[in-house]
């Protein structure tokens, strides 16, 4: 969506805005239910035919198969050993179970699932080309809605506890910073996207960048497939176990190393939250490394320079309220009181780093049997 004042996004949000001027003013209106972003950069695939849903239910993490009609949830492909592959969004029409996924992620989704599809009667489209994707924090009004509307909404199920799931968050789920945390995804006719953000506009809406959008996401400690996830991602070191993963549904591939590692491991990394030193004015490059130095007070910049990682920000946004804040996936081993720093050798700069624990320590291993690495295999 082209239009003056507008900040070009980059890396995985490439061909939307970061910002229209004001990012922090974007921030305070999206998070108060006044502001929609422009996400049209995200990919569509629809399912359709009298099978999808069952179907879905057999390749992925999550239990499809009873979906109602506008009922959203989110489900996962995994690999044969448990790794993520595709995280979408999916709501089903009635007819049509609309997917909703990353930008670089929906050639290979349609692709992948179109190879399994045998005899059943399921038909994938890529329509990403034909339909866009808005978000907000509250549904778009429907009384006033513009033409070039799709009747389909998607509502994020995070952090709520679906059916079949766990969770592997160190604090009470009343407790969670997202417990009041609400995103839409509403799709609308691609040509007609520029004309239905002024007639929202008109109606009081503001536009509002991906930055803004970021830093809401990060400090609900909701995970991305865009950042959170890398070649070796299991669900559950992500907490996706509460609403992407049905740990009683049947068979599906990467059902046996989410099992057995719910049931008798530990996941190898965790999701943290940061809160960033701010002092620098800067925010460090996703992909910086973090370290857990055994003396911060003590340690010089040619000592941190040698430290070894144990861990990399994923996600990194400055908050209206908070300022810099990040996730980050660590090592399991890395002590959930170890003061932190954040190396960003691009910039060749350091960040103190403070964490709060989303994923605990001793997250799985639900039964009493001995420890194991699944993911490594014996030595």
């Known amino acids: 969506m082209q239009r003056q004042g507008a900040v070009a996004a980059g890396r995985e949000d490439s061909g939307v805005a970061a910002h229209y001027g004001d990012p922090t003013g974007e921030q305070r209106a999206l998070e108060g239910g006044r ?44 690999d044969i050993s448990g790794r993520i592959e595709h995280d979408a969004a999916i709501v089903d029409d009635g007819e049509t179970a609309w997917l909703i996924t990353e930008a670089a ?7 992948w699932l179109d190879s399994m599809k045998f005899m059943l009667q399921v038909e994938i489209v890529e329509r990403t080309a034909e339909v866009a994707v808005l978000g907000s924090t509250t549904a778009l009004p429907q009384e006033a809605e513009p033409a070039g509307v799709l009747p389909v909404r998607w509502e994020d199920p995070w952090p709520r506890l679906c059916e079949g799931a766990v969770s592997y968050a160190a604090v ?51 995970p ?75 340690a010089t910049r040619e000592s941190m320079e040698r430290e070894r990682a144990v861990g990399t920000v994923t996600s990194v946004a400055r908050h209206h309220e908070m300022g810099p804040i990040a996730l980050a996936l660590l090592k399991r081993r890395v002590g959930p009181e170890a003061r932190l720093v954040v190396r960003d050798a691009e910039a060749e700069s350091f960040y103190a780093a403070a964490q709060e624990v989303i994923v605990r320590p001793d997250a799985g291993k639900t039964v009493g049997r001995p420890q194991g690495d699944f993911l490594r295999g014996p030595r």
């Open 35 to 78: 502001a929609v972003v422009d996400l049209s950069h995200l990919a569509v695939v629809t399912v359709s035919g009298p099978d999808r849903l069952s179907w879905l239910s057999t390749l992925s993490s999550q239990q499809t198969a009873a979906l109602k009609p506008g009922e959203s949830s989110e489900l996962l492909l995994l």
């Open 105 to 111: 992620h929906g050639p290979r989704l349609a692709g």
């Open 172 to 222: 009470a789920e009343e407790e969670h910073p997202a417990v009041d945390w609400s995103w839409h995804l509403t799709l609308v006719e691609r040509p007609r996207l520029m004309e239905v953000v002024a007639s929202l506009e008109e109606q009081g809406w503001r536009p509002a960048g991906t930055f803004a959008a970021e830093a809401l996401r990060i400090a609900a400690w909701r």
């Open 224 to 298: 991305r497939l865009a950042h959170e996830v890398d070649e070796k991602t299991i669900p559950h070191e992500l907490d996706l176990i509460r609403t992407a993963v049905h740990l009683s549904k049947g068979c599906y591939r990467g059902q046996e190393t989410v099992a057995r590692v719910h049931n008798l491991g530990h996941p190898p990394r965790r999701l943290v939250f940061l809160h960033l030193d701010g002092s620098e004015h800067t925010l460090p490059t996703v992909g910086s490394e973090v370290l857990a130095p055994a003396d911060v007070d003590a």
